[in-house]
């Protein structure tokens, strides 16, 4: 097993926020290694902001996307410059004279790539493939025919969030969908419905769904040992660990701080496969909850290894292009490993497809596109559970123990206030994107019941009640 490099622990992260339950403040992050994290934060999240959907202006991703982030790196996020070549789609930020700059190219229908530490930029290379053009096709698949600026009459759960300020944090956009349609939509801050914005750990909601894809293609076999190459010399205790464990939160693995922000991935540029695939296991699999970015990306080396062995690539555009979710960039490492862990960027039109897959029970368009049962598969509490107000299933929270809201609501949540919400038995999906801080966070329960309570009283005026 790799030793983990004394740099990278100095740089540990307490949990995600809005994801996992808090705790104790990371250690102070060398200076030199912070500098050149912010560099490539800022390479990454400027290249996503600027081509992924509709794309932002350079205005609103230094009020959106760099403030109020993470303390270690924050003031050197803002002090660096960015420099953008629109002609090669390439995000360049010089954190040190004698290194070469932190490099973030946009791929196309994958987003944007962040270059390693140290490395040097390649010339600009074949025209970029782009994702289809779906809008004029009919909700959902399309957008024609969905209401966007609501129009005038349009009273169905406004109550409800006529004053989103009340439940916390700060909102950028908030999206209901009732029986299939689109029942109330409102953005703020110049989004509209094709901005694009990162997902944080919803991700893991979706990689929990091409998994499921796999599973109905009869690609992998969840309960089985996760097929994790570095795991298979003899007497390696991890090779006993399975997909479905990693996709529970359950792997007994330990990683370098708990919740494990794992951000030689996300700014550093560090390969997936080298980081994650070195942590030593510190409890029997299936017997402790320990939320970690790495048990993700772990489930998803897996399947992208099950998918290989059958001769299919893993390739997520081509799955969310099949749902209309042509905004929906999950992007890779250097390698063509998928971050499946927090990065995805996605509207939230597209969000609330990915919802109404759920609510369909893994239809779409009347092809099943998830085995028979996969909804109640990972919504379902096995194993170890955390010691929160929500439940884990494998890849979404569960949102039974929260008062004023139906049993069966479950969903994916992301840091700085990413929720999608599915609730089966009233035909409802509830979709917030925001950007919050660590000083006012939204309220996800009170949001909900409070849709709930509008849509009950909705139900009983219908009813004449």
Known sequence: MAIVPDLLRLFGAALLAGAAPAAAQA????????????????????????WNGAGKSLAAIERDELTNIYPEIEADVRSLRAEVDEETKRVSVRYRDDMPPRIAQWRGREGCVTLPIGAESRPAGQPV???????????????????????????????????????GGRTSSILIVKNGRIALERYWGGHDIHTAQRTFSVAKSMAATLIGHAVLKGRIDVTKPAMIAEWTSPGDPRAAITTEQLMRMASGLTSDTAGNRTDAIYMGGASVRQWTTQWPLLNPPNTHYRYANNDTLLATLS?????????????????????????????????????????????????????????NDGVWQ????????????????????????????????????????????????????????????????????????????????????????????????????
């Open 27 to 50: 250690p102070k992050p060398d200076a030199e290694l912070a500098r050149a994290w912010a560099a490539g934060y800022r390479a990454a999240f400027t290249c996503s902001s600027l």
């Open 366 to 465: 009347g092809e099943r596109l998830l085995p028979e049962g996969w909804r109640r598969f990972v919504t379902t509490p096995s194993g170890p559970q955390p010691d929160r107000d929500f439940g884990y299933g494998a890849g979404f929270w569960l949102l039974d123990k929260s008062e004023g809201i139906p049993a069966d609501a479950f969903g994916g949540f992301g840091n700085r206030g990413q929720y999608l919400i599915v609730i089966p038995s009233r035909a409802l999906v509830i979709v917030r994107q925001g950007y919050d801080d660590g000083k006012t966070r939204l309220d996800i329960a009170k949001l909900v019941a409070a849709v709930v309570a509008d849509d009950d009283n909705d139900r009983r005026y219908s009813k004449g009640g």
């Open 129 to 167: 493939e782009r994702r289809p053009d779906l809008d004029a096709q009919p909700w959902p698949m399309g957008d024609a025919g969905a209401r966007w600026p609501a129009s005038k009459g349009q009273t169905k759960f406004e109550q409800a969030t006529a004053d989103m300020a009340r439940f």
């Open 303 to 359: 399947l992208k290894a099950a998918l290989e062995k059958a001769g299919t690539p893993l390739d997520p555009a081509a799955f969310f292009d099949r749902l209309g979710m042509t905004r929906t960039f999950a992007e890779h490492d250097k390698d063509g490993n998928y971050i499946l862990s927090s990065q995805v960027w996605t509207s939230a039109r597209d969000l609330a497809r990915l919802g109404m897959l759920y609510q």
